[in-house]
Structures are given as structure tokens and as C-alpha cells.
């Protein structure tokens, strides 16, 4: 058994066209489907939250429209995406629903894990449905993100999800079984089961994009494995083509694991520690020192003033007693930070006018210096 995914407690699963969609009969692969949802209500069942990234809307839209086959000019797979969308949205909502679990459709460009707000609100609505135990089914925008039909992949795009949802395992269903030394068709050939880092040589195995169907291939898969190892998050290339295939990974099918060296929660707290420039500061009271230091969030009661200009999402200085003694990312502006500083959590609401949550830094944005 591979405990790296039996035992991840946050999991993106990306799946390609060409593993959910018939591409002759222009249809989805229920049977397909219905043993992949098996396998995801099982993890869910040990405890794990689940995120799907789903690829196949334009494969489902341009039979409904007629397109002929091979390659689409823009305008028209920006169409066959519209028209395909509904359909794919529709079957995972009915095949998650056959096992009481809530399906989610979040559309998405690059941009909205790139940029600061876009990410935030992102992120703070995948938390939400998570912890409302749904299952978020996230697709690219392609009816409005021209450069991501263009040059965008799936890939790429799970791994930006599993780092901003800080995951512990990433799941790219494909229709190779992992990482070859060569193509697989080649003689000599050689299978890579694990992989620790991503040197020169490792991205030297990459070759071009297998399937006629997807956007990506072997390069946007060695890619996307930087994205998630930096992270923190392990990750798995993994043959599809079988039915429950995240079950046939868990019982040792064969497949290529990246394997990262440190945790997602550790990678992200790095990250705040070394990485980032503060641009304000919150002075504490002892009582807040103290609760930081037991793996407590700051919450605005324990702040006695704020300095600086900062945005929501940028990086702050805890300070107490002139000096600093913690990071973190502040869930309000500066404005905002002033406003609530010193309240207790049920006025926070009352003053902010809705509910943006008592944290003004949750315990996972926040580092012990």
C-alpha cells in the first residue's frame, strides 16, 4: 500500500479529456466516473478533503456543436468550452450525488492563483465548500482566458491549486503511468518510480504531449511537479485508463511519485518567515504573545496598535515589547486592522458589516520567529 495518498489529509485530483470523454461518441465515460467517485468517496470517508480539477469541456462541446475534428481555431474552442461546461458540470454533480456528497463548479483562470485578492477570495471559497464537505470541481475559464487555451494546461493548474490549498497530495490521472527515461514506445526505456528532486536530467526525460485530446504532456507535468514540491505537496503521475484508479495507486499499481521534503504547512510557513517583506506591524499584548506561542490565531482583542499601510493578504511583524516575535498574513487592510484592533470577536462583525471572520491572522498564516 502507498500511504502517501492514503494517508494525505488534503488532496487534488486533475483528470484529462481524453480518461472522461468517449471522444468518438462525444459523451462522458460513466462507468469510468462512477468508479472514480467510488474511490474519492472513500478517501473522504478516512477524512480527506478532496479538490477535482477536470479537464474535458471541450471535448464534450465541440461534438455538441458540430466542430469537426482535429484542431480548433480560437473562437472556437471558446464556444465548444461554453457548450461543453454544462455537460461536464452535470456529470460529476449527478455522479457525486449518487453518493451524497455536494459537487461544486469553480471556474478559474491562472490569474486567480497568481494574483494577491483574486487568490485570496479564491482560497477562502475552496475553504469554505471544504468545510462544508463538498467537493470543488475546478476548470479553467476557457470561454474568456484566451492565453490559457492557448499555452494553459490542467496540470499546471492543479498543482497551483494544491499549493494555494496547501495539499499533501496531488493526483495527475493520465494516460501514461508515470515518468519514463525516454518515450515508453522507445527500446531502452526506462521507468522512474520516485522522484526527490527535479534536476536537469529528470526534465530531460519530458517529451512531447501524448494524447491527441489534452493540452499538456510530459513538460507541463515535470512542471507541475516544481509548483507542488515547492509547496510542500507530494506528487503522482498515474495511469487512468483502468477503473478506480486512485484505489489502484493506494494498492501499489505502478506510477511516478515526486516526493517533496517537506510538508505543505512547513513549505507555507518558510515561505512567510524568509520570504516575504513585512509591511506593517501589530503590537500585542502578553496575553496574545502567549496564545501565538501555543498555536493560537491573532485575534483583534490582543492587538494594541498597527502601524504601517498594508493590504489584506500582505505580510505583517507581530511585535511585543519592541520586538519582533512573529509573521503572518493579515486577513484585513491596515484600515480595517484599526478599526477592530482591541475588540472582542462578536463586535468584529458588527463593525466590519458582515462576516469576514474573527482571525485577523489565522494560526496556518502565521510563523514563530
Not at 218 to 242: D, F, P, R
Amino acid at each position: 500500500m502507498n500511504n502517501r495518498l492514503a494517508t494525505a489529509k488534503r488532496i487534488v485530483v486533475k483528470v484529462g479529456s481524453a480518461l472522461l470523454v468517449d471522444q468518438a461518441k462525444g459523451v462522458v465515460k460513466s462507468q469510468w466516473l462512477t468508479s472514480l467517485v467510488d474511490d474519492i468517496t472513500k478517501l473522504k470517508q478516512a477524512g480527506a478533503d478532496v479538490i477535482l480539477v477536470s479537464s474535458g469541456a471541450i471535448a464534450l462541446g465541440r461534438r455538441t456543436l458540430g466542430l469537426p475534428a482535429g484542431k480548433l481555431k480560437l473562437d472556437q474552442s471558446q464556444a465548444a468550452a461554453a457548450v461543453g461546461q454544462i455537460a461536464l458540470a452535470q456529470a460529476w454533480a449527478e455522479a457525486l450525488k449518487t453518493r451524497t456528497i455536494v459537487a461544486a463548479q469553480v471556474l478559474v483562470t491562472l490569474q486567480d492563483t497568481e494574483e494577491r485578492q483574486r487568490y485570496l477570495n479564491a482560497r477562502a471559497t475552496l475553504s469554505t465548500l471544504l468545510a462544508q464537505s463538498a467537493v470543488p470541481v475546478i476548470n479553467e475559464n476557457d470561454t474568456v482566458a484566451t492565453s490559457e487555451i492557448r499555452y494553459g494546461d490542467n496540470d499546471r493548474l492543479a498543482a497551483r491549486v494544491a499549493s494555494m490549498m496547501s495539499a499533501d497530495a496531488l493526483v495527475l490521472l493520465s494516460d501514461i503511468d508515470g515518468l519514463y527515461s525516454a518515450p515508453p514506445n522507445q527500446k531502452g526505456a526506462q521507468f522512474i518510480a520516485e522522484v526527490k528532486d527535479i534536476t536537469p536530467e529528470i526534465e530531460a526525460m519530458a517529451g512531447k504531449p501524448i494524447s491527441g485530446v489534452g493540452s499538456g504532456g510530459m513538460v507541463t507535468k515535470i512542471e507541475a511537479g516544481k509548483i507542488a514540491l515547492s509547496a510542500g505537496c507530494h506528487m503522482v503521475i498515474a495511469s487512468g485508463h483502468e477503473l478506480h484508479p486512485l484505489k489502484r495507486i493506494i494498492d501499489g499499481e505502478r506510477c511516478t511519485w515526486f516526493v517533496a521534503q517537506s510538508n505543505a504547512l512547513q513549505s507555507r510557513k518558510r515561505w512567510i518567515a524568509g520570504t516575504l517583506t513585512p509591511t506593517g506591524k501589530l503590537l500585542v499584548d502578553d496575553g496574545a504573545k502567549t496564545a501565538l506561542g501555543k498555536g493560537k490565531s491573532l485575534l483583534p482583542a490582543g492587538v494594541k496598535s498597527v502601524e504601517g499601510n498594508f493590504a489584506r493578504g500582505d505580510t505583517v511583524s507581530i511585535m511585543a515589547s519592541g520586538q519582533e516575535f512573529a509573521r503572518g498574513l493579515v486577513a484585513y487592510d491596515a484600515t480595517e486592522a484599526r478599526a477592530i484592533m482591541g475588540q472582542k470577536s462578536a463586535e468584529v462583525q458588527k463593525l466590519m458589516g458582515e462576516d469576514r471572520g474573527d482571525e485577523l491572522i489565522h494560526r496556518d498564516d502565521l510563523v514563530m520567529l
